[in-house]
């Protein structure tokens, strides 16, 4: 099986599992790569950066939907259960041998840059670059997103929560970049918001996300110089009542 055959299917199997269509996954991937880019990183490490982050939550497959998607706080015993998708995933990789560069992304996903995280209690640079850059996106995303636990919270409050968190869960270099991109990107400023329809954007192998302006001026609309930049070189293919994909 080809490489992207591979990632649509686990992909597809990941949001069938979340029950949201296209969500979760491809806003990590896309929060992935755009940081990726902003460090520098060439074009095939980005583009191994968004497909180990499309694939990260494949292990919650095997997490029963009582646990995953419980309104109160986890007993420790059903944490302990949540703790093991990152090895799950992992060894699910492992079936796909055109996958293989992203075992060592997704099984350490949940590792902490002061050494409490898991499954592994890594450190510092000992987690590889790929899994600090997602546990980051992941974050950021959570926080901006309904989740059957806590609601949203604004663009604004999950960066600074990332910051907060440089240095103990967060690699501080890589959360000092993903401020400065925040600072810089409307379409992250407004990650999360109800009121702006979510668009995808992908230009050749780099995912963006821009958003459809509520009003003229406000977020990213599409006469955004990038916007059209992605519009002009691809095609569109429609994945849910609000989310677009542009690409070749």
Sequence with gaps: MERNNCIEVLVRLIEAKEGEGPGHCHRVASLAAA?????????????????????????????PDEILFKPSRLSEEEFSVIRRH???????????????????????????????????????????LASRIIALADAFDAICSDRPYAPRRSSRHAVDEVLRCAGSQFDPELAVHFADLWQSDCALQQWGD????????????????CYSAPCS????????????????????????PTCVTFGA
Aim: with cysteine.
């Design 86 to 128: 990152p090895e799950t995933g992992a060894r699910l990789i492992g079936a796909f041998n055109e996958l293989h560069f992203a075992r060592s992304g997704v099984r350490s996903h949940h590792e902490r840059w002061d050494g409490q995280g898991y499954p592994d209690r890594l450190q510092r640079d000992a987690i590889p």
């Design 217 to 240: 001026g406000d977020g990213m609309p599409w006469g955004h110089p990038r916007a059209q930049a992605c519009k002009e070189t691809a095609h569109a293919r429609k994945i849910s």
């Design 35 to 63: 940081l990726a880019a902003h460090l520098g990183l060439d074009q095939g490490q980005i583009e191994d950066v968004h497909t180990t982050a499309m694939i990260h939550d494949l292990g919650k497959l095997t997490v």
């Design 194 to 209: 109800a009121n702006s329809e979510r668009i995808m954007v992908v230009s050749g192998q780099n995912e963006d996300l």
